[in-house]
Antibody
Framework: QVQVVQSGAEVKTPGASVKLSCKAYGYRFTSYTMHWVRQAPGQSLDWMGWVNVGDGNTKYSQKFQGRVTITRDTSGNTAYMELRSLKSEDTALYYC???????????WGQGTMVTVSS | DIVMTQSPDSLAVSLGERATISCRSGQSVLYSSDNKNYLAWYQQKPRQPPKLLIRWASTRESGVPDRFSGSGSGTDFTLTISSLQAEDVAVYYCQQYYSNPSFGGGTKVEIK
């Protein structure tokens, strides 16, 4: 059974950075993409970018380009998303989601709440 | 980026009645080389992550009740719940994965 487990809630001040983690368990493929999607309170889903867990290749949404970095550890088990220069508008629930190849998001983490407030 | 537009924003349907949600993409998501529509539907209940219901516009995921169906091609798509049940109250999103993924604004389905 596949599980995607994310790190815990974060509270940050404006201008700070946050780094979230996401780990997949029980997934039989050695190479897959881990996407990051955020959802502001009461809003829709906003795709941020992905990392190929196998080779480390990344792609980012233009909206977040220059402010976000998605990485994975060398063992390939955990993906990370760092968002810099935080603003109050970045307050949201951040999800990671796993997919195999060019496909929809099969498995989602439970979400990590990030609150940006002075 | 492909803009996804859903309608309506919300709808209230009586138990056992049909619910229909529309989704339009800003450009075709039909890939000519494999003749597949790169369009998915998700269901999101409060305090839960989205759950994948349908891929390739009309292929139901394993375990998804057959009252859920997807149709359409190119730029216009529909999610239909043939007989609404209480457990179907949720927000539904369409997503294109033809290019960088993008989601519709969501449709909230409630009981009338």
């Amino acid at each position: 059974q596949v599980q995607v487990v994310q790190s815990g809630a974060e509270v940050k001040t404006p201008g700070a950075s946050v780094k979230l983690s996401c780990k997949a368990y029980g997934y039989r493929f050695t190479s897959y993409t881990m996407h990051w999607v955020r959802q502001a309170p009461g809003q829709s889903l906003d795709w941020m970018g992905w990392v190929n867990v196998g080779d480390g290749n990344t792609k980012y949404s233009q909206k977040f380009q220059g402010r976000v970095t998605i990485t994975r550890d060398t063992s390939g088990n955990t993906a990370y998303m760092e968002l810099r220069s935080l603003k109050s508008e970045d307050t949201a629930l951040y999800y990671c989601a796993l997919c195999n190849g060019w496909s929809p998001f099969d498995y989602w983490g439970q979400g990590t709440m990030v609150t940006v407030s002075s | 980026d492909i803009v996804m537009t859903q309608s309506p924003d919300s709808l209230a349907v009586s138990l056992g009645e049909r619910a229909t949600i529309s989704c339009r993409s800003g450009q075709s998501v039909l890939y000519s080389s494999d003749n597949k529509n790169y369009l998915a539907w998700y269901q999101q209940k409060p305090r839960q992550p989205p759950k994948l219901l349908i891929r390739w516009a009309s292929t139901r995921e394993s375990g998804v009740p057959d009252r859920f169906s997807g149709s359409g091609s190119g730029t216009d798509f529909t999610l239909t719940i043939s007989s609404l049940q209480a457990e179907d109250v949720a927000v539904y999103y369409c997503q294109q994965y033809y290019s960088n993924p993008s989601f519709g604004g969501g449709t909230k389905v409630e009981i009338k």
